[in-house]
């Protein structure tokens, strides 16, 4: 259908979108992306255009990774749209990125530093949330989605559910805190979530986990973060890789990877090999 806007094919992608988990993500930078490109059609958006709106989140402080999340949104919108018809396939963006993604950093949070990011936890969904991050290596999608019936607090399992694509989760045992933490939640449980507020499903919990990191003084602290800083501390602590990968529920060479240099005997033997 020629003549759909930017902000109309926004509109409609968030509205097909609306039960998942990443819902709150996409509806904050499609707001953004409205404010550059939401009064064009995809024909007019140019190399130019685009390299106008990450010069504009650039100056608001937003990395380059994010200008380029944004923008992969943008294309995948229109893409979106393509499918279903609602656009011509010549509508197709094909602009090249602006800027590149910053190398990633491994940062990771010390055990000392997730209890002051509790500590400054206000909301208890957010506080549970850190803990279920970080004590069971699960992704932010899959915690958002987990439902009291896959939570047994008489066996001390978590049933993460299936995964979709190389996404895969994994069933695991409750530590003791987090154990504590999620047998007050359930009392006070007023919907089937196990991450809710008001009774609401929770569908991003960026802010809330932004505002504690800065309680806590760590500056940024996004979600993944967590899961890294988990398995992180589970390979320093020389557990073996394998189960690693099985708590994670993803492969062993993806935690060898990844964390492989974090272990105690990170190629020691090949060290020793070497020596003379």
């Known amino acids: 259908m020629v003549g759909r806007t930017i902000a109309s094919i926004l509109d409609a992608y968030l509205e097909a979108r609306a039960d998942r988990p990443s819902y709150g993500t996409i509806k904050a930078l499609a707001s953004k992306l409205k404010q550059q490109f939401g009064n064009l059609e995809p024909r007019h958006v140019t190399q130019a255009s685009v390299k106008a709106y990450a010069t504009w989140r650039l100056g608001q402080g937003r990395s380059p990774s994010t200008v ?9 919108a229109v893409n979106w749209a393509i ?35 509790v500590d400054g936890a206000v909301a208890p969904h957010i506080r549970l949330f850190i803990l279920l991050g970080v004590q069971t290596f699960a992704r932010r999608n899959a915690i958002l989605e987990l439902t009291w019936d896959r939570v047994d607090l008489g066996a001390r399992r978590i049933y993460f559910g299936q995964g979709t694509g190389n996404k ?109």
């Open 83 to 117: 499918k279903q018809k609602l656009l011509p396939p010549s509508a197709k963006l094909t602009f090249e990125m602006p800027v590149r993604r910053a190398r990633p950093r491994d940062r990771w949070l010390t055990k000392a530093e997730v209890s002051r990011l």
């Open 168 to 276: 895969r989760r994994a069933t695991v045992p409750i530590p003791d805190r987090l154990h504590a933490e999620l047998t007050v939640a359930q009392q006070r449980a007023i919907s089937r979530h196990v991450i809710e507020f008001g009774g609401s499903r929770i569908t991003d919990v960026r802010r809330g986990l932004e505002a504690a990191a800065r309680r806590a003084g760590l500056g940024h602290v996004h979600p993944h973060l967590l899961r890294h800083s988990g398995i992180s501390w589970a390979v320093m602590q020389g557990e073996p890789l394998s189960k690693i990968a099985r708590y994670a529920g993803t492969t062993e060479a993806m935690i060898e990877r990844v964390y492989g240099h974090h272990s105690p005997d990170y190629l020691a033997s090949t060290a020793a090999a070497v020596d003379f």
């Open 68 to 76: 380029v999340t944004d923008l992969i949104h943008l294309r995948a």
